[in-house]
């Protein structure tokens, strides 16, 4: 649903004045200004106001909001649980209850003047399709856009995003770049929480978009770490997934914002953002608060890793390297090993005529977010 006029809705506790309108200025008072009761759009307390006025109203109709997500907000009745995200003026919501969600909807609207949007389909650049078989989210239309952008609509498909035998280096006297396109190019392939690896040539963002052709783009953790893998500053690079049973929710591949020492080093780093990112899945779901902390040096990520790990909240295990999952982040693969740990998170792929046709009849499987 779409609350219309949202910020028109919130109550100001500031003492806020504003001149009257061009034409509308009182005969009797020409000189004197109105105080504001409600919130007008462009006031900087203005979001703040319209979120409290919600917030107040969904807490006294027997919402929790959540300790980690304050946007976020559950209801339980009967058995059946109902679940609220706010974002700005557009919220969507689901529960096990039609009869819930309904009785929801009606409520929203006779407090608010609102637009029901009807079965969530796009959201924040998301597509949503929902059936029997369950819930799939994609990019479908976004690598459309792109591959047309860049006019690479044709281009051959890749079965891998990066090559195995291809060491990126600078090239002192290769052609100089448009930046400006090349920023836009790299910028496309950047998701909103957990931007894809920054390749350095436009061959490398090539063969990343020609890997859109392959695929559509749509409690445990594992890190690994690439030493010294970037050859121009020599920093690592990070990779880690998290996972619910088979289901991947989460991943991250990134470089390292400094030089580590050691092999060790870089694992240490790498192992503590993903459980980091572990410990904010399990305050989500179970409504602990957790302190995080964004840490800079190694002995301080080795006393946050060795503290969790004393008080039992995750268990640190070696992974060999066949078994390793987040290998997936961190280096080029061959084809066979590619599609091997592609297949272990769940992430299926598609024939590329799938982007170029009708995709909606063709759920067949995960449809995952680019890789």
């Not at 559950?74 to 995200?85: A, E, F, H, K, M």
């Not at 407090?111 to 989210?137: D, H, N, R």
């Not at 272990?344 to 598609?350: N, Y």
Request: charged letters at 25%; glycine letters at 8%.
């Amino acid at each position: 649903m779409d609350v219309k006029s949202a910020f028109l809705n919130g109550f100001i506790e500031e003492e806020v004045y504003v001149r009257q309108p061009p034409g509308f200025e009182s005969a009797r008072f020409p000189d004197r200004v109105y105080k504001l009761r409600k919130a007008l759009y462009g006031l900087k307390q203005t979001p703040r106001a319209w979120y409290a006025r919600l917030k107040s109203f969904l807490l006294k109709s027997g919402f929790v909001m959540s300790s980690v997500d304050k946007t976020l907000f559950l209801l339980s009745r009967d058995g059946d649980t109902l679940i609220v995200q706010i974002y700005v003026d557009d919220i969507i919501f689901g529960g096990s209850s039609h009869a819930l969600v309904s009785s929801f909807a009606e409520q929203m609207s006779r407090e608010f003047e609102m637009s029901l949007m009807g079965e969530l389909q796009f959201f924040l650049g998301l597509q949503i399709k929902q059936g029997p078989e369950g819930t799939f989210v994609h990019k479908a239309k976004y690598t459309r856009d792109i591959l047309k952008k860049f006019d690479m609509g044709d281009s051959k498909p890749m079965t891998t995003p990066m090559s195995t035998n291809t060491a990126l280096d600078a090239d002192e006297d290769g052609e100089a770049v448009d930046q400006k396109e090349f920023r836009g190019m790299i910028g496309s392939l950047r998701t909103r929480r957990r931007p894809g690896r920054t390749f350095g040539s436009r061959s490398a963002f090539v063969r990343v978009t020609r890997r859109l052709l392959e695929l559509l783009t749509v409690k445990r953790g594992f890190s690994d770490a690439n030493h010294a893998g970037c050859r121009i500053d020599r920093k690592s690079t990070s990779g880690t997934c998290q996972l619910l049973g088979t289901s991947l929710v989460s991943w991250s591949s990134r470089k390292q914002a400094s030089v580590s020492l050691s092999t060790t080093e870089a694992e240490y780093i790498a192992a503590a953002s993903c459980c980091s990112q572990l410990l904010w899945m399990k305050a989500t779901l179970t409504k602990n608060p957790v302190l995080h902390s964004r840490t800079k040096h190694i002995d301080v990520r080795f006393y946050f890793l060795r503290d969790h790990y004393e008080k039992g909240d995750i268990d640190l295990v070696h992974v060999v390297s066949k078994n390793q999952l987040a290998d997936i982040f961190t280096k080029p693969l061959e084809f066979g090993a590619f599609v091997r740990l592609r297949g272990e998170l769940g992430v299926e792929g598609v024939d590329n005529t799938l982007i170029k046709g009708e995709i909606e009849s063709q759920w067949t499987g995960l449809i995952a977010l680019l890789v």
